[in-house]
């Protein structure tokens, strides 16, 4: 694993900074400027450099005596006539995640151009970049990453669509020992059954109607590399016996050919639908499943990780921007509001959302008002954690009761609101968060645990049901 440089005289700013990356989930080590250079020798495979410029003079050398390694500056800026190819940007306290995510981008990017050995590796800095988010699904999916990858084990990818099931397929690819053969995907229930199977084996010169010619299938594409058979759900029960016959014996032959072709490839499956169900339901075969389902891979819904929401935004902005086209930022609101919406369509969801707004509102900063009406979902909430006990009070009394009107008869039916104040008093907090996990467990079981859904019915943020979820240790047995 490839490791970020901090170099700083400054005990702090090398805590502050080591923090920061540590939360990001990159691996860093630091040094003094009386060794810094000793170091970097020593290292020599560094994926980045941060350093202090405390000492501008000292800084500028060590950045010329390494010209093949990317330095960010913190904290000054550099001469005016010089202008130094692997100086990727400068921060500046207070440093936040997204720009050191950025800058940390623009390294990988100046590595993979000035060191070609790169375009054909991988490791864990190439891993995190491409999994974008910081919850803890997402940080479960790679560590199942690193552990799968260098093995030849089958791994079967769950998740809905849209979540980035192929995106963990490659980096399983890239981070395993196939890294340098091919990665070949191919879409299952994207292709006709009476046509899979020429896709996937290859056919011979006259094998059926229209084939003029010999061909390869997919097998003999990936050899020695990675087969991605996504939507593997979606085939045909007649491919699927075919299929296991080749993960079994490791051979096959073209459709209307006699040659046994043997067979050295690695295969991930993904999959949107509950292949148990499918098995007793006979639409899938048991014995494939657990063929495939060697190790599998949850790949977590968007709504599941809201909190990853900013960063995939800046992300996925920043790709247009590389891509020459228009830029677009959200304000706090405008994040808020898409941190709370339900997102059933997932990241491809989000970034179908993100171009668009960026064709709307090239270069601009996109406000709540400026999302569509689906996406909107009132102002920025505040959180309870920063409010006083009896503001928190006054919050979840509010929140019980907006909306709600004089409906006592319609309160009584939840079996916990009474009108009659018993004759030797009650203890009114208890009482009313009684009530209030009461109504919040209701919800959550009318709407299948969705949570969105469930504020809505609510009457509150989703961000706040959340925060009193949190608060009651409410969750799905």
Request: proline content about 4%; aromatic content about 6%.
């Amino acid at each position: 694993m490839k490791e970020i440089l901090i170099i700083s005289d400054n005990e702090l700013r090398k805590n502050n900074l080591n923090v920061i990356l540590t939360f990001m989930g990159e691996a860093s080590s630091h040094s003094d400027y009386s060794q810094c250079i000793k170091t970097i020798e020593v290292q020599n495979d560094l994926f980045a450099v941060l350093i202090d410029g405390e000492l501008p003079e000292l800084a500028e050398d060590v950045i010329e005596k390494f010209p093949l390694i990317p330095f960010i500056n913190i904290g000054f800026q550099l001469s005016s006539d010089k202008n130094y190819q692997n100086m990727m940007g400068s921060l500046f306290e207070p440093i936040t995640q997204p720009t050191m995510l950025e800058l940390l981008k623009k390294c990988q990017d100046f590595r993979r151009l000035n060191i070609p050995s790169l375009g054909a590796t991988s490791g864990k800095t190439r891993l995190f970049r491409s999994l974008v988010g910081n919850s803890g699904g997402i940080k479960e999916v790679r560590a199942l990453i690193e552990q799968v990858a260098p093995s030849d084990a089958n791994v079967l990818i769950l998740g809905e669509s849209g979540t980035g099931k192929e995106v963990i397929a490659r980096n399983i690819h890239y981070m395993s020992n196939r890294q340098k053969g091919p990665f070949i995907p191919i879409n299952c229930g994207a292709i006709p059954g009476e046509l899979l199977e020429s896709e996937l084996f290859g056919h011979e010169k006259g094998a059926f109607t229209g084939a003029i010619g010999s061909r390869k299938g997919r097998f003999e594409l990936a050899e020695g590399g990675t087969l991605f058979l996504d939507e593997i759900g979606d085939m045909p029960l007649q491919m699927q016996v075919k299929l296991l016959r080749v993960l079994q014996e490791r051979i096959f032959e073209r459709v209307g050919g006699t040659k046994t072709i043997n067979c050295d490839v690695r295969i991930v499956a993904a999959t949107h639908r509950n292949l148990e169900d499918m098995i007793v339901e006979s639409t899938f075969r048991e014995d494939l499943y657990y063929r495939l389902n060697v190790f599998p891979i949850e790949s977590p819904a968007l709504r599941e990780r809201a909190a990853d929401i900013p960063l995939l935004l800046q992300e996925l902005a920043h790709r247009l921007e590389n891509n020459n086209e228009n830029m677009v930022k959200f304000n706090d609101d405008a994040m808020r509001s898409l941190m709370s919406h339900a997102w059933p369509g997932n990241v491809r969801e989000l970034s179908n959302l993100v171009e668009r707004l960026a064709i709307l509102y090239p270069k601009k900063l996109v406000g709540i008002k400026e999302l569509p009406i689906k996406y909107q979902y009132g102002s920025a909430p505040i959180a309870l954690s920063s409010l006083s006990e009896e503001q928190q009070e006054r919050e979840v009394l509010t929140e019980l009761f907006t909306n709600q009107g004089e409906e006592t008869s319609e309160a009584s039916q939840v079996g916990v609101l009474s009108t009659a104040l018993p004759s030797d008093g009650v203890n009114l907090k208890e009482y009313l968060s009684d009530l209030e996990i009461n109504l919040i467990s209701q919800a959550l079981e009318q709407q299948e645990w969705v949570v969105a859904r469930a504020a809505d019915q609510l009457g509150m943020r989703r961000t706040t049901l959340v925060e009193k979820m949190r608060k009651y240790e409410i969750s799905r047995q």
